[in-house]
């Protein structure tokens, strides 16, 4: 029973160059979560997918950041033209469709993003 | 705006003794859940209890047992019997049944002392 998994679990880029972090959610959940989480902080909520919409994404930067949740495949978290202010664990997590299962989110092991 | 305060750094436990870390959070809605997650050096987030506003009874999982006091808006977390794995920084959050995302508090570090 596989869990939330992200990949890289570490990302180097240098300053100008795309991230694209990946996120396949637990085995028969549909809603998927990203945060970010920077240096002794706690997490802080981006966006909110369903399979192939975008709920909520009141979290996202404006500008460079995007995600999507294809029909097929993992969720992708896309920050274009890096800069060092990126740098940061993201954190994907995932819950079920249904009341009773929606409530609770269970985590990815997190991508480690370094910007050079 | 529903925040959430963990007002303790940093809490320091001897081996086998207990430990309480403090959670208040602000919000003005009557339905909604409450997490506390352990995030150990790996780095990955691992929920430890779960508790619905609705139920009066506190949530108890093995070792971990939360004291919820809904009209002060307190979630404290009880780690009986520390071990040494316990070791970890433990975040409060808090989740509406309506929205979408949870907010964290900033966390507290805890030792576990051989």
């Known amino acids: 029973n596989a869990g939330v998994m992200q990949n890289p679990r570490h990302l180097v880029r240098r300053r100008g160059q795309e991230a694209r972090l990946r996120c396949s959610p637990m085995?028969?959940?549909?809603?998927v979560y990203w945060y970010r989480q920077l240096p002794e902080e706690g997490l802080k909520f981006m966006v909110y997918?369903?399979?192939?919409?975008?709920?909520?994404e009141s979290g996202m930067p404006k500008e460079r950041f995007s995600a999507e949740f294809p029909k097929e495949g993992p969720s992708i978290l896309r920050i274009q033209q890096v800069v060092r202010g990126d740098s940061a664990a993201y954190f994907c997590?995932?819950?079920?469709?249904?009341?009773?299962?929606?409530?609770?989110?269970?985590f990815g092991p997190g991508t480690r993003l370094l910007v050079l | 705006a529903q925040t959430v305060t963990q007002s303790q750094p940093e809490m320091s436990v001897q081996e086998a003794e207990t430990v309480t870390l403090s959670c208040t959070y602000d919000?003005?809605?009557?339905?909604?859940?409450l997490f506390w997650y352990k995030q150990p050096p790996s780095r990955q987030m691992i929920l430890v209890i779960r508790?619905?506003?609705?139920?009066?009874q506190n949530a108890t999982e093995n070792r971990f047992s939360v004291n919820f006091q809904k009209a002060a808006k307190s979630f404290s977390l009880k780690i009986s019997d520390s071990q040494l794995g316990d070791a970890a920084m433990y975040f409060c959050?808090?989740?509406?049944?309506?929205?979408?995302?949870?907010?964290f508090g900033a966390g507290t570090r805890l030792t576990v002392k051989p």
């Open positions: 997918l369903q399979k192939e919409n975008i709920i909520d």
């Open positions: 085995k028969g959940h549909s809603h």
């Open positions: 508790q619905e506003a609705y139920k009066q």
């Open positions: 997590a995932s819950s079920g469709p249904a009341r009773g299962t929606q409530e609770t989110q269970y």
């Open positions: 959050a808090y989740r509406t049944h309506n929205n979408n995302d949870m907010r």
């Open positions: 919000t003005s809605e009557s339905d909604y859940y």
